[in-house]
């Protein structure tokens, strides 16, 4: 089959092979056929070595797509289902998954980091973060795959399996904005828009969204952010919005030092403030030992948007059914498999796209 192989960390480009198979199906995993994935940033963070990834390997995690062979103890799940995939498949019985925190079972995570589920030739290719969708089918675990209806368009799941689930998933489950709250948005990519969104259905009054791209204020506004600034004007404009008492929730949605600490720097005193972002391993953010306890401030951690999948991609679907998530609007432009290095370059250059889907024939 087709599929696009990242040869090793630190290439620039993927190569774009047709030899390239999947292992066989396991007792528990199921064969999907992927019909659309979208392309994240953080593929570009496999790519360049700022999240970690194996190589040779296939990235590309926000995906969906239909099962087309399944295990003999796959019980939940059959050939024909549609399906949205996640990163971080719920084992169902560790501490985590039993403790109501089904986004931080490592179970299937870290098995992921020893199988290769790829093969091109004899050479073992690894799936990132367990999946691997810029490839036209892959083998995951049945945990791994989330039944959607029939009728949901496959590009609007593969939207939920990432970008849309960090993002409001930041905003209800980790921050759980509260009605009338002031929010403050740094980073104005998928993930961001989602938070704005996210922030927008939780009842936030205001929602200011910071990106130093002005082209993406605009959007952001459509999003329901209720004002849009550069880093720059960021101060101004807590001296006027909040009288420099700084915002009920912050969000970083980059990743940085920089933006982490604006976000820290623009909460109020006890408000809540969430690293959202995914960044560097050896990037490092300083505190003061007096302001992290005279601030009275909730520094939160979300990752995956606390995402519990079995419960939150429904959710998130009906949502988008009632007309209270806007998803076809996050879809910036389609492309192939074999446009995906342009895609890659473009999100790279960093404009005004919130999310390139690639749709398989
Ligand atoms: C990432 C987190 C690390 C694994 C891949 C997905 N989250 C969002 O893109
Ligand atoms: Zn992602």
Redesign the pocket.
């Known amino acids: 089959m087709k599929a696009a192989v990242l040869n090793q960390i630190g290439d620039t480009k993927l190569e774009l092979r047709d030899d390239v198979r999947t292992t066989d199906v396991g007792p528990r995993e199921i064969r999907v056929r992927v019909r659309a994935t979208?392309v994240?940033?953080?593929?570009l963070s496999a790519m360049d070595g700022t999240l970690p990834a194996l190589a040779p390997g296939i990235i590309g995690?926000?995906g969906a797509g239909e099962v087309v062979e399944a295990g003999p103890q796959v019980d939940h799940l059959a050939v024909g289902d549609h399906v949205a995939l996640t990163?971080v498949p719920p084992c169902g019985t560790c501490v985590n998954c039993r403790g109501g925190r089904p986004h931080l079972c490592a179970i299937h995570s870290i098995a992921a980091f020893m199988n290769p589920r790829f093969l091109i030739g004899d050479t073992p290719v690894f799936g990132y973060a367990g999946t691997g969708t810029f490839a036209e089918e892959l083998v995951v675990p049945a945990d791994g795959a989330v039944k959607v209806a029939d009728d949901v368009p496959f590009e609007i799941a593969a939207l939920v399996a990432?970008?849309v689930m960090?993002g409001v998933g930041a905003a209800i489950n980790t921050a759980k904005v509260s009605p009338g709250a002031s929010v403050l948005v740094i980073g104005c990519g998928g993930?961001g828009i989602s938070v704005i969104q996210g922030a927008r259905l939780a009842g936030a009054a205001t929602i200011v969204a910071v990106d130093p791209v002005v082209g993406k204020h605009e959007t952001a506004k459509h999003f329901g952010a209720t004002h849009a600034v550069t880093p720059e004007q960021l101060a101004e404009t807590n001296a006027t919005l909040t009288e420099n008492q700084g915002w009920d929730y912050t969000f970083d949605v980059v990743g940085a030092p920089a933006t982490i600490r604006s976000a820290w720097d623009n909460a109020r005193r006890g408000g809540t403030v969430v690293v959202v972002g995914a960044g560097r391993g050896d990037a490092m953010v300083s505190f003061s030992a007096q302001e992290l306890f005279l601030h009275d401030k909730r520094l939160l951690g979300s990752f995956y948007g606390g995402a519990d999948v079995h419960r939150d991609y429904p959710r998130l679907l009906s949502l988008w059914r009632s007309g209270r998530l806007d998803l076809e609007g996050m879809i910036s432009k389609r492309i192939t498999l074999d446009e995906i290095n342009d895609g890659l370059q473009a999100l790279r250059a960093g404009g005004n796209l919130i999310r390139q889907i690639v749709t398989f024939g």
């Open positions: 979208g994240c940033h953080s593929d995690h926000e990163f990432c970008g960090t993930v």
